[in-house]
């Protein structure tokens, strides 16, 4: 394929669902391009420890990533700290502008991924690994019969309290306003199962030593301020997509800003997909991979056909 | 959850699908069991090699299927050699009928994979593994250089000739017709590749020694028969949906037998959900593991609602 652009298939973003396609991509006859503005690995780098990726009973985040980059390596370039500034669509090619050059592709694959909205409270950076969470699902096993505490009042938050009561933890929800966004079911369950809520509260601070013991917490009706027990915070007060690219391409997303894609990863775009947490549904390392897969495969099939026309 | 059931959900086919929606469900909370009618690994087993399963550099699918059952196993109870002969849809549960008894639950994910159509020749068993494949995403690599043979017309056999050529094989296709079933842009494509084809061509024999070393050919039109120095013989000639209690249960499928599920392995049947090669699409362990973690996902957001009611 290839002919007059310098890359057949060029991913943006190296977290498992880029890595993945970057080596799908090469293992198909694709010449392809990983480009990441920071280093490989994505938000699965922020997991402590995975027990849940399919292979291995347990793995660092970051130890994970590193033998998915080993392993997409065998194949693919990657460059990392090298971030993408826009896409141009042209006639039939696309050009790829990074801080430090321009490439031009026959079709991209968008795997930017998503941030955590933080608390932006003291001990939160701190405590990381250690207390501090994101996300139940990968983290909640190790905080089974330990007191946690959940921070916000959405289905996701709600979810989040639920699973980990599911799984034993004493589960107290903090929100700051006076009643869940969450659905009612959500809210029924979360009723039935015993979980505590501390209504119109913030946490101010999350204390430890090596680990997190405890938090602050604001009472913003009562004006006063306390210190909660706790081992594990999770905070769930929102994903943010990183879709500055997407913005400025042009490609669909939905009212929360995640890229719309069909069962192939194929966005509105032609010949441009999009893989990973950056595409919302259940924010997993396999899921993210396997949309990887997926997107380089959609991407491998319709060039054969651009190749022809 | 639980209450009258014997499990929350049985996953039926412990695949790298199905095992993963053990774990997951186990890891959500809910009770779960996994019965399989053979052994744990599903199609995965078969392959001799796998070097795209992020997280490996190189694997035996049958080393990838054991590690992943041990994983699973800390969690799940699967139950091997029992098939489910059928599941009875009740007012709320589900009966799961077995070989040895029968089991009431909540949910039910469908993760009962394909099988390959054989060519049922003469040496096809004996090199399965050693020359005989029925997956170029999955064995290609191995072939690079080499000449090989595709089975087949359809669009699966042209893309897996494609596939073939592309990463450096020498590849001819044997096609019992005069012409080609395939999409016309596939075929295009093909000429232009230079893959060689013969027509109203038929294997007769695949013949080796450790490895496979060539096939014998028969030309139906001619009425000759030949030998074919090659080293790899790529099979194509159609999957196979294990679909019986798919169609049993009702549950909707398309046209080529796979069950036809949402974005979150949902169903039509309430609470039935299906995974991995049964669905269809890319057929890639990683794509398979994704969809169980997402069904046994959905299973338990379902039942959290399902309890309430």
Redesign the interface.
Known sequence: MKKGADYDLIVVGAG?AG??AG??GV???LETLVVEKGICGGLSNEAPEI???????K?GGME?AE??K???S?YVEIKELEAVKRIELMEKEMRVFTEKGSYLTNAVVISTGTKHRRLGVKGEEGFLGRGISYCA?CDG?FFRDKPVIVVGGGDSAV?EA??LR??GCEVTLIHRRGELRAER??Q??LE?TGVHILWNSVVKEIKGDKAVRGVVRYDKKKEIEDELPVEGVFVSIGEEPVNELAVQMGIMMDKNGYIIVD?SQRTNLERVYAAGDITG??R?V??A???G??AA?AAY?DL??F??K
């Open positions: 498992p890595m993945t080596m799908y293992r198909s006859g027990e849940n990726y399919p292979g291995f009973k793995v994970l033998k998915m080993e392993q997409a065998e699902t096993f979810r639920l699973y599911n799984i079911y959500l029924k369950n039935e069962k549904g259940v997993q396999v899921v991979c396997a949309e897969a997926i495969t099939n054969l056909e190749s022809v």
